[in-house]
């Protein structure tokens, strides 16, 4: 079933569980995907980056996740917008079937941060579409290494204005996680979390969520966290899947290591939902 965040995540606040985002731009990452989320019998977000719309061609990570929706039609799944940093991309998304989208305004002062999201979520409002704000950086690791401050922490006070402003759905918050392989001494600011968690009622997004301790992802999530985004583990299982696959086996035929590559994915989806909400 194609659905939006809200009806996957209504209930994960007050559950004080979390759903998990992973990032896709290929056919058997997306499989691999689904074929994970199904076997633990868990509602997922498929993530698409604007890279990776510019990858694949739009309609065809729409169809990809629209033919799994009814394949796997037992399993609530949504099509997100992973930083969408325009409303033109985002309104493009809309339209092409996505359903749901994340503005990422985020490198903006704050006043223009609150237009351009609540542009977007004024655009979505009334199609069923559910939007993602953010507040604060999720740092980027090449720019970390020009600029160490480059981080930035909301307040609980902004992250409640922020969203009675714009009427977002859910929030992605600065707390102190990178996007890609981790930091020397990349670690979620709890204190952060806390503040904003206290001020705000709305579903909480980490991004970064690869390769942080375990402990931390399930402590972030008991604090209000309800979705984590998840991409560079899974690269790192294709990826790793692959290497090995050209390194041990004469083979000319894509189908046996993408074959392979596809079950390093199922295979790390299940690990990384049973890390986030425990074995259940
Ligand atoms: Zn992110």
Request: contains cysteine.
């Amino acid at each position: 079933m194609l659905t939006n965040l809200n009806k996957i995540l209504s209930d994960a606040r007050k559950g004080g569980y979390a759903i998990a985002q992973f990032n896709f731009s290929d056919l058997e990452v997306a499989q691999g995907i689904a074929e994970g989320a199904s076997e633990m019998g868990s509602s997922v977000i498929f993530g698409a980056s604007e890279k990776a719309i510019e990858y694949a061609g739009i309609e065809n990570l729409v169809d990809i996740v629209k033919n799994l929706s009814e394949q796997f039609s037992q399993i609530p799944m949504a099509l997100h917008l992973d930083h969408g940093k325009t409303f033109e991309i985002c309104q493009k998304a809309i339209e092409a079937g996505f359903t749901s989208v994340m503005v990422d305004g985020s490198k903006h002062p704050f006043e223009e941060n609150i237009k351009l999201t609540r542009k977007v979520v004024e655009f979505a409002k009334g199609k069923d579409i559910s939007v993602e704000g953010e507040l604060g950086m999720v740092a980027d690791l090449k720019k970390l290494e020009i600029d160490k401050d480059a981080i930035v922490f909301p307040t609980g006070e902004q992250a409640r204005e922020f969203i009675e402003k714009t009427g977002v759905d859910a929030l992605a918050v600065g707390l102190g996680t990178a996007h890609g392989l981790p930091l020397p001494d990349e670690r979620i600011h709890f204190a952060v979390l806390k503040e904003v968690a206290d001020a705000v009622s709305a579903p909480l997004v980490l991004h970064g969520g690869s390769n942080l301790p375990t402990f931390d992802v399930k402590k972030a999530v008991k604090m209000g966290v309800c979705k984590v985004n998840v991409d560079t583990e899974l690269r790192q299982a294709f990826t790793g899947a692959i290497r090995k696959d050209l390194k041990d086996k004469a083979t000319l035929d894509p189908r046996e290591y993408l074959g392979d590559a596809r079950e390093a994915i199922k295979q790390a989806v299940i690990r990384k939902i049973k890390e986030i909400n425990g074995e259940h």
